[in-house]
């Protein structure tokens, strides 16, 4: 059973829950996202696995996920690179946040979620349960694509760019 961890506003852990549950009851949980670049200072972006529970086939950051216990955010965006994009590489946190995104199917993303960035530029070995595609991308594309087929974009990743953007354009 994957469980998230329960945080509040402050990011102190004041529980555990259910991962479904938790997005049932639109609870603030503790994840992360992570943003590969290569030299080119190109983004990978990943589409979404067309089995997934939400956001099946939509474009985002290239993984995200939820810290198990005891794990810091580093090792988490880590093992979720490995186990989504099939590579790891060096990460470091650059900011962190709160959003709340509801989905069409009832659920509701409430993150205290740490953006981590990293580089790489090698081919990715895609799980085929987690991501459909990939693709490298500038982020004056992505910004200039999301404005034209916001559909085309998981909810969160709209949200995390914006701010994301602004912050490594300072």
């Not at 990978?44 to 985002?60: I, N, V």
């Not at 530029?121 to 992505?142: G, Q, T």
């Amino acid at each position: 059973m994957d469980q998230v961890i329960l945080v509040n506003e402050q990011d102190q852990q004041i529980g555990v829950m259910e991962k479904i549950e938790a997005h049932e009851k639109a609870l603030l949980h503790r994840a992360f996202s992570v943003f590969i670049f290569n030299d080119k200072g190109e983004l990978m972006l990943q589409q979404r696995a067309a089995d997934k529970y939400h956001s099946p086939l939509l474009w985002t950051n290239t993984c995200c996920s939820h810290q198990k216990q005891g794990e810091s955010n580093i090792d988490a965006g880590k093992r979720r690179l490995q186990e989504e994009m099939g590579f790891t590489t060096e990460l470091k946190e650059v900011c962190s946040f709160i959003y709340k995104a509801p989905f069409d199917n009832g659920l509701t993303e409430h993150e205290f979620d740490h953006v981590l960035i990293g580089n790489y530029n090698k081919e990715p070995k895609l799980n085929p349960d987690e991501a459909h595609a990939y693709k490298w991308i500038s982020l004056e594309e992505v910004k200039a694509d999301m404005k034209k087929s916001p559909e085309q974009y998981t909810a969160w990743f709209l949200i995390i760019f914006e701010k994301f953007y602004d912050f490594i354009h300072q």
